[in-house]
């Protein structure tokens, strides 16, 4: 296969991009999006040429690294893939695809297709966790979780923080990362404690990082590699209104 | 900053007031229509002008209408605020964009702007006419006793202090009712095709808005239960978006093709 790629280059935060065209040839159809950018780049080392900055680490579809916005879509076309488990096959001969990095105030540009995703790490920060104190962990069994809970909590643990939910909103909002991981310890008993806390304070992290505020259009969780739900983000809405009217904090 | 500002100015809060003072503004479309539907009956506006006069004059009315203006308003320039602001959140655009969401939720605002300009004009159509201007009076002359109602035009020029004047003749048996005809003034505007047109088309504003607006409310409220969920979506898309601006449509259209 033949692709023709117009990627956006950007040299740093500093600076303003613009897309660039490439021409990448002997493309397998095996190859996965990132394999291709692979090839790529070995030939634009050996020319002598900058390499294209993108982010990639387990290639497996766990790690929440690839950030591709690809043809207009987070990820690409597929439904519930993440870039790096996306195919050539996928495309056809002499397409030409286009590769911009994830669009966001609050996730500049580093370089090319590498963005600053550590707005969502101090979100994590502001209370996506649960205290433990030292001490021997007790059984797993003394903490009944009816199996429906625990499958939801499930499902909103599956988000991998790739941030392809701000990427695809018209208003940049992070309310489906946010929901998951709020979520992921609300519906569980170990959440209870820092419940409240953790609503308010993530949300105000959320808006501290200049995310937009969410418009139901359901764009984020119908390009979301994990498929996280919408009610997560209904859950988000009811935790934080509950915990603003109930909890003691002036 | 207290509790309350930090939640109401927050993301959430901000959308929670758009899903409050929607949803008031839904009630308003129920009342306002089924209100408005005397405009169908054939009785020389007669319900309809005595209705007019009720809903401007009977005080707890007239607050709810102020309320309901002022909640408009809010809702307007509050929601531009908040599509203001989401589009600082992507100060770089994209290429190339391939949406996922419907089009009616992504355009809220759009729709929103083009109900606003059509409040201006329907307002200042009937709302400030009526308050403001010069308008007909129309004499209702009721037969008490088997209940048939005469309609008399007043004279041009003809004027009274109060919006309706209602005196009883005992030897006649008969009521008399003289108010300011409204329903003539709508009548009249329909005749206007552009008008109508305008009308009708603003009630597609209207549907779309619905289409996204109802159910993104409760979602916002955080009311999203897989047994309840799907019936505020129904309603939502069948009621608010369909059969409620049908309604609405109804009026102009009936006034311009059989009046």
Redesign the interface.
């Known amino acids: 296969m033949t692709i023709n790629l117009?990627v956006w280059k950007q040299k740093n935060a500093k600076t303003s991009g613009s897309?660039e065209t490439y021409k990448v040839d002997h493309v397998s159809p095996d190859m996965s999006f990132l394999e291709m950018f692979d090839v790529l780049n070995e030939k634009l080392v050996q020319e002598n040429k900058e390499p294209i900055a993108f982010d990639h680490d387990c290639r497996e579809g766990i790690c929440g690294m690839c950030s591709m916005?690809i043809?207009?879509?987070p990820h690409g076309?597929l439904e519930g893939v993440t870039t790096c488990q996306l195919h050539m096959r996928t495309f056809n001969d002499g397409d030409t695809i286009?590769v911009?990095p994830w669009?966001?105030?609050?996730f500049p540009v580093i370089k090319d297709l590498v963005v600053d995703r550590s707005a969502f790490d101090r979100i994590i920060a502001s209370g996506g966790y649960v205290s433990v104190n030292t001490g021997n962990a007790q059984d797993a069994n003394s903490l009944p979780i009816g199996k429906d809970k625990a499958d939801m909590a499930f499902a909103a643990a599956a988000c991998i923080g790739c941030g392809a939910c701000v990427a695809?909103c018209?208003?940049?909002?992070a309310?489906l990362f946010v929901s998951a991981k709020v979520s992921q310890l609300a519906l569980l008993p170990q959440g209870q404690p820092e419940r409240e806390s953790r609503a308010l304070n993530m949300?105000?992290q959320?808006?501290a990082e200049?995310?937009?505020?969410?418009?139901?259009?359901?764009?984020c969780a119908?390009?979301c590699p994990k498929e996280i739900s919408?009610?997560n983000?209904?859950?988000?809405?009811?935790?934080?209104?509950?915990a603003?009217i109930s909890?003691t904090?002036? | 900053m207290s509790w309350l500002t930090k939640t109401l100015t927050s993301s959430i809060g901000k959308k929670l007031l758009m899903a409050l003072t929607g949803l008031f503004l839904c009630t308003f479309l129920i009342v306002h229509l089924i209100g408005n539907l005397q405009l169908f009956k054939n009785d020389g506006g007669y319900a309809f002008n005595n209705y007019a006069v009720f809903m401007t004059t009977f005080p707890l009315i007239k607050i709810v209408s102020y309320v309901n203006y002022a909640l408009i308003l809010f809702h307007a320039f509050w929601g531009l605020y908040i599509t203001y602001k989401n589009r600082q959140a992507r100060p770089v655009g994209y290429a190339v964009v391939k949406n996922s969401s419907n089009v009616f939720s992504r355009n809220m605002a759009v729709l929103g702007t083009i109900l606003l300009v059509y409040l201006a004009v329907h307002m200042s159509d009937f709302w400030y006419k009526y308050h403001n201007e010069a308008l007909p009076y129309v004499k209702y002359t009721e037969q008490i006793s088997s209940g048939n109602i005469e309609t008399t035009m007043m004279e041009t020029g003809y004027t009274q202090e109060a919006k309706k004047v209602e005196s009883l003749n005992e030897a006649a048996g008969t009521k008399t009712i003289i108010v300011k005809d409204l329903y003539s003034v709508v009548s009249f505007s329909f005749q206007n095709i552009l008008l109508v047109l305008f009308y009708v088309l603003s009630m597609f504003a209207v549907a779309f808005h619905m289409f996204h607006g109802f159910q993104s409310a409760f979602q916002t409220l955080g009311w999203s239960h897989p047994k309840y969920t799907p019936l505020i979506k129904g309603i939502g898309v069948w009621v608010f978006a369909v059969l409620i601006p049908i309604g609405y449509a109804a009026m102009p259209l009936y006034f311009y093709f059989l009046k």
């Open positions: 117009k897309l916005y043809n207009g879509q076309p286009v911009e669009r966001s105030k609050a695809a018209k208003n940049a909002s309310m949300v105000a959320m808006d200049g995310f937009g505020a969410c418009t139901n259009t359901g764009a119908a390009e919408l009610e983000i209904a859950r988000l809405n009811r935790e934080f209104l509950g603003s909890s904090g002036v």
